[in-house]
């Protein structure tokens, strides 16, 4: 039997209101040794909750009783909505920690005990986790699609087929001797190849699902002194950066977050490229060339008469501006951080560009996921290669390595191992 679990669902610190959860089966006991006789089940009740040691009034708070298996968790669930100050929070806390058979809640324990109830798959915890963490509205999107179950279902559609497809694989193996239609495994082909297509499209969209949950880098590149610096203190509304008229200010890669139309985007500053005689200068040129080339876009800034920097190529997708338009009242291809004449024309640029690249984004936004495809279409390609060769024999085998794997997708089998890793970065309360 497991413990009972309590913990802060809302953000710590001073707030107006406070969200205590408790999860397991001393959770309505716990309450009325609190807040006396259990009110009615959702519905929502006022009651003072008391330190059971001395019966002192801790605070006046809104309950909800939710219970098992019809909760978030698949247990007896109660919520508690207290008033938000970091006085009442720790004494509600100190009074749960003495009472027994209750503790304190690991992180992620809440959703965990959601997956071993089969409240949750494995791939719809992990749409939660994003969603906590999402920055924008299209990484919102794409958590709650992974988390409303879109997903796992899409999975045990692809499931259902080989299981269609092994049952005939097996029926043409054990009962060859019987009177069998001699197409018997055509249908159980055409079901493979379905599947496979569908894991391969998945697959393909994998770069730009990652992007969206990760964000999109793009680099600020040109020679020192063109202006970088300058420019991404225009983007980000303040001083990220230092400017200054000598070269070679900036030394390391700077980076602001920024959401553009949706998208989470690091808009990254960096060295000037150059030949660099000082050593240190000479560093920071070589990781902006790396940085710059390892990301998703590029925005050259070049000036008049000057040309893109040796050492980054240029990439389809990538703005080349004329740099400090201010200067030379440059229209159209220009830019100039110090006016800021340009900059929104750029930013919607770069929203549109990389909003063309997230079209192709898939549900596939985990390694974790990715892996379990992978292995999946591998499996099928093998027993279709079989197939094409009428070595039934070892068919099968193929068919329930792929079943595996996609069992593996939504946590079916196999997932302990990589629970604590998936868990680590959710909040208490979740």
């Known amino acids: 039997m497991l413990d009972t679990i309590f913990a802060q669902a809302s953000a ?3 707030s107006a209101v406070a969200i205590i959860r408790i999860s397991g089966v001393s959770a309505f006991a716990a309450l009325e040794l609190l807040a006396g006789a259990r009110p009615p089940d959702r519905l929502a009740s006022v009651r003072w909750i008391r330190d059971p040691r001395d019966g002192s009034r801790i605070d006046q708070a809104l309950i909800l009783c939710f219970p098992g298996p019809g909760s978030f968790t698949g247990e007896d669930v109660v919520e508690l909505q207290t ?3 970091p006085a009442v929070v720790r004494a509600l806390l100190g009074a749960l920690a003495r009472l027994p058979n209750v503790r304190a809640a690991e992180p992620g324990e809440f959703t965990r005990r959601a997956l071993m109830n089969a409240r949750l798959d494995l791939a719809q915890v992990e749409g939660l986790g994003d969603l906590l963490a999402a920055e924008t509205a299209a990484q919102m999107r794409q958590a709650t699609t992974l988390m409303s179950g879109v997903f796992s279902r899409r999975a045990g559609g692809w499931r259902d087929a080989l299981v269609g497809a092994m049952a005939l694989v097996e029926a043409s193996i054990d009962f060859s001797d019987e009177d069998l239609p001699d197409d ?3 249908p159980a082909e055409a079901m493979l190849r379905d599947v496979l297509r569908d894991l391969r499209a998945e697959l393909n969209g994998t770069a730009a699902a990652k992007r969206l949950r990760e964000g999109f880098e793009v680099a600020l590149v040109g020679a020192p002194n063109v202006g970088k610096s300058t ?3 225009a983007i980000a509304g ?3 950066a230092i400017t200054s008229e000598r070269a070679g200010t900036t030394r390391d890669v700077l980076e602001v977050r920024l959401d553009l139309g949706g998208l989470p985007v690091t808009m990254l ?4 490229m150059r030949a660099a005689d000082d050593e240190i200068e000479r560093i920071g040129v070589d990781r902006a060339v790396g940085r710059a080339t390892m990301a998703d876009m590029r925005i050259f800034l070049v000036e008049k008469g000057g040309s893109i920097p040796p050492g980054v190529e240029r990439l389809p997708g990538d703005i080349v501006l004329r740099a400090k338009a201010d200067l030379d009242d440059v229209r159209g291809d ?3 951080g110090l006016t800021g004449a340009g900059v929104s024309d750029l930013l919607d640029r770069v929203a549109e560009e990389l909003g063309r690249r997230a079209e192709g984004a898939s ?4 390694i974790r996921q990715e892996g379990a495809i992978g292995a999946a279409a591998t499996a099928i390609e093998a027993a279709m290669a079989r197939l094409a060769g009428s070595e039934v024999d070892f068919l099968a085998e193929d068919l329930r390595s792929a079943l595996r794997s996609l069992d593996f997708l939504v946590g079916r089998v196999d997932v302990e191992a990589i629970l604590d890793v998936i868990f680590r970065d959710f909040c208490l309360g979740k």
């Open 12 to 14: 710590p610190g001073r």
């Open 83 to 85: 008033h938000g100050s």
């Open 184 to 186: 018997l495994l055509e």
């Open 231 to 233: 420019l991404l203190n």
């Open 238 to 240: 303040r001083d990220v």
């Open 269 to 272: 500053d960096m060295a000037g």
């Open 334 to 336: 220009g830019v100039s």
């Open 363 to 366: 549900s596939t936004s985990h």
